[in-house]
């Protein structure tokens, strides 16, 4: 194995164990960050640096009960700096609403990490963030594009 393998390797075992701390509601995530990381999160934006990150976890955590990502299930790929982890998510939130539905969410998510070293340098996550399917508005024309497309 070379040099660069190693620390490829290195990098998927600290982006996997990031999403356990997750699921874990372990403080220490931050940990893996460095000082002026950057994470973006669809409708919140882009938080720079361990405490925004931090602020944010705590903010999210206010409207999730519980959290599970499915590992077992994960695609990761690696390329240099990069590590991209393709998976299922799923969860309570705080009002009891399970997520995913199935039926308009469906728990997948992408999250593309940027590492420097062993250190996420930059973290962007791909999701819906409407885990309790209360925004159906934003997207009740799914619902005749869906219908039309069955009618076919």
Request: net charge negative; charged share 25%; aromatic share 12%.
């Amino acid at each position: 194995m070379n040099a660069n393998s190693d620390i490829e390797k290195r990098r998927e075992e600290i982006a996997i164990n990031y999403f356990r701390m997750v699921d874990a509601g372990n403080p220490a995530v931050i940990d893996v960050f460095t000082e002026d990381a950057r994470m973006f999160y669809p409708k919140f934006g882009i938080a720079r640096g361990k405490a925004q990150i931090g602020a944010f976890a705590q903010g999210l955590g206010r409207g999730i009960a519980s959290l599970r990502h499915e590992i077992e299930g994960f695609t990761v790929l690696t390329s240099g700096n990069y590590v991209i982890v393709e998976g299922v998510e799923r969860g309570t939130t705080t009002s009891g609403v399970d997520f995913p539905d199935g039926v308009s969410s469906f728990g997948l998510f992408c999250n593309v990490f940027e590492f420097e070293g062993e250190l996420i340098k930059r973290v962007h996550i791909y999701v819906d963030p409407d885990f309790a399917n209360t925004h159906v508005e934003g997207v009740a024309w799914g619902k005749s594009v869906q219908d039309s497309i069955i009618s076919l």
